[in-house]
């Protein structure tokens, strides 16, 4: 027996298994740099900016059409940021050529400044990653634990992300190729074109549509075409409801094909992305049923199957800017209710804009457990993080600043429009939807500026806020003296 040699391989074995520890250094993140979250902001700046020089030239807008450099910045915006908000019709204003940029940027822009920023550092630097890049991406996909951080596997999620993104855009190509007929389009660029505009468009919740329409809406004219408008409502379901989410479907759907059933586990954001979007759409679908019912402006006038189908529409468009309809003409209450519905916005790691539903089921329940007296927060028999709650709070009060401000100053840039209309077109921006009660194309230049700013910080705002506050957690050994403030 030879003792000396497995003493040896037990010593090796245990120097093998032995933790490697990692030291983190609680420095200060700069602003600059790979390793800054602003790069992804950076990176699609540049994109705007290119798209506005590119939609700004002549040959992007058709003959006898002249296009200024504040509408081409504002289309470039809205398209980066997947917004949809433009001051006149796309299909009458730019040629095949400039589609095709205002689509390319849509792409661009749905795939979401995280995911884009995760693809393109796999490309130019692949397994030169240091583990400060790879924090950085994990905390970008919400999963900020350096203990959880495998080699190669937040490069492999991001990846398949856009590969899923790809997918899903090429489906519905296929799908709007076999159901769409030439008598719908209206226009001169063949199905071809159409059904690829459209589903990247879709899918992205861009919301630009390059359909001629007379219904009022913007895409009024498929509304009685059941096929492409469910091929629609997919699209945009798919695209808002976060990556994270069908990644966790497909892998428990996996489980449940291969019969191991007792591996089969639904995450927390999971629990809270489905139960929060279904009562959204619910709530949203029959608030519209019952207030537009008899409105002969919007649904008054169809037969019921058409009115549940607008109402379903309307709830599932709040992320992606379509419309079936002129939103001029819905009651206020529906008003107040999509202004509500686009605030919220999607889900987190999606294209969708808002404050996110996950962001506004932590402030809810924290909200409950503080009216009944509960100290820790609890949702789906699951303990909220502290740190969470304060970032959520902090999104919702920095969103809701940013959009009273804005609606103050372009109060002051159009004195003559109405409260309510201008209320929905900045909530419209600043949660990147794309509706409009019809006023866009009459804003005066500042105001469009404005908006397009506006834009921007929907889009990036509030995921970089949460990406800031990241690590950032001082230890004081010293606490002031507490003392109480009177409130109420």
């Not at 490069?155 to 190729?177: A, R």
């Not at 059904?195 to 001629?212: E, T």
């Not at 409801?241 to 995450?267: C, H, R």
């Not at 002051?412 to 909530?427: G, K, M």
Request: charged share 15%; net charge positive; proline share 2%.
């Amino acid at each position: 027996m030879n003792l000396d040699g497995n003493v040896t391989h037990k010593v090796k074995r245990s120097l093998e298994l032995k933790p490697e520890i990692i030291k983190l250094e609680n420095k200060k993140r700069s602003g600059r740099g790979i390793n800054s979250p602003l790069v992804i902001f950076y990176g699609l700046i540049l994109f705007i900016l290119l798209g506005t020089l590119l939609l700004f030239l002549p040959i992007s807008s058709k003959e006898n059409q002249s296009i200024s450099l504040v509408d081409s910045f504002f289309v470039a915006t809205s398209a980066v940021t997947v917004t949809g908000l433009t001051p006149f019709q796309s299909e009458e204003a730019w040629n095949q050529f400039g589609l095709t940029i205002i689509m390319i940027l849509s792409f661009i822009g749905g795939i979401g400044f995280m995911m884009g920023a995760g693809f393109i550092i796999y490309i130019f630097f692949g397994k030169r990653l240091n583990l400060e890049q790879k924090i950085l991406i994990n905390e970008s996909l919400s999963d900020s634990t350096p203990s959880k951080i495998a080699p190669g596997s937040s490069i492999k999620l991001v990846l398949n992300i856009f590969l899923m993104s790809v997918i899903f855009q090429i489906i519905g190509f296929i799908s709007f190729l076999f159901f769409w007929d030439q008598k719908i389009v209206g226009n001169d660029y063949g199905i071809v074109f159409n059904a690829l505009f459209h589903s990247i468009s879709a899918f992205n919740g861009a919301g630009f549509d390059i359909l001629l329409d007379n219904h009022g809406g913007s895409v009024g004219v498929i509304s009685y075409d059941s096929a492409i408008l469910n091929i629609t409502m997919v699209l945009i379901v798919l695209g808002s409801i976060g990556y994270p989410f069908i990644l966790e479907l497909f892998a428990n759907a996996k489980l449940f094909i291969q019969s191991k059933y007792k591996d089969i586990f639904f995450t927390l954001n999971f629990k809270v992305i489905i139960f929060g979007t279904t009562i959204i759409m619910i709530l949203g679908a029959l608030q519209f049923l019952f207030s537009e019912w008899t409105n002969l402006a919007t649904i008054g006038n169809v037969s019921i199957k058409e009115k549940i189908i607008h109402s379903i529409f309307h709830s599932i468009t709040r992320t992606a800017g379509f419309s079936l309809l002129d939103y001029n003409s819905i009651h206020n209450s529906t008003s107040i209710t999509t202004i509500a519905l686009m605030f919220i916005g999607g889900s987190s790691l999606s294209v969708a804009g808002g404050i996110k539903i996950g962001t506004l089921s932590i402030i809810t329940v924290s909200l409950i457990s503080t009216i009944i007296g509960k100290e820790e927060v609890v949702l789906f028999k699951r303990t909220v993080n502290r740190d969470i709650i304060r970032r959520s709070l902090i999104i919702f009060i920095f969103s809701i600043i940013i959009i009273i401000f804005s609606f103050m100053i372009i109060s002051s840039f159009e004195p003559d429009t109405i409260f309510r209309e201008l209320l929905f077109e900045c909530v419209s921006a600043f949660g990147n939807v794309g509706l409009t009660t019809g006023i866009t194309g009459s804003l005066n230049e500042s105001s469009k500026i404005l908006i397009s700013f506006l834009m921007i910080i929907g889009r990036f705002g509030p995921m970089l806020l949460a990406l800031m506050f990241v690590g950032r957690r001082s230890i004081s050994k010293a606490k002031p003296a507490y003392e109480i403030v009177r409130i109420g």
